[in-house]
């Protein structure tokens, strides 16, 4: 059974940090591309990331210098690094299975998501 579980959110003030984890089941992730998405209150969802299964990374201009996508393929875990956090990054991230690796696009080839952990960056 396919399963991916985030973890890691949490409240941190502005300029704060946090590292979002994503677990994947029932799947080998070195087969994978893992797309991070979020989706703040009365907004639409966005990408925010992708980790493809070659190693390569794409991250949306906002985020970009900020956030750092990294994979642990032999614990099937993803990670999303954040840094420098901003009141506008709080949202609900979630880690996606996608079958293309392009913040622009990813959102139209996923397959299977995770529950989704929030994020609030606030003081």
């Known amino acids: 059974q396919v399963q991916l579980d985030e973890s890691g959110g949490g409240l941190v003030q502005p300029g704060g940090s946090l590292r979002l984890s994503c677990v994947v089941f029932?799947?080998?992730?070195?087969?994978?591309?893992i797309g991070w998405f979020r989706q703040a209150p009365g907004k639409e969802r966005e990408g925010v990331s992708c980790?493809?299964?070659?190693?390569?990374?794409d991250y949306a201009d906002s985020v970009k210098d900020r956030f750092t996508v990294s994979r642990d393929n032999a614990k099937n875990t993803v990670y999303l690094q954040m840094n420098s956090l901003k009141p506008e990054d709080t949202a609900v991230y979630y880690c996606?299975?996608?079958?293309?690796?392009?913040?622009?696009?990813?959102?139209?080839?996923?397959?299977?998501w995770g529950q989704g952990t929030q994020v609030t960056v606030s003081s």
């Open positions: 996606a299975t996608t079958r293309r690796c392009e913040v622009a696009t990813m959102t139209h080839f996923t397959d299977f």
């Open positions: 029932g799947f080998a992730l070195d087969d994978y591309a």
């Open positions: 980790s493809s299964s070659r190693g390569t990374a």
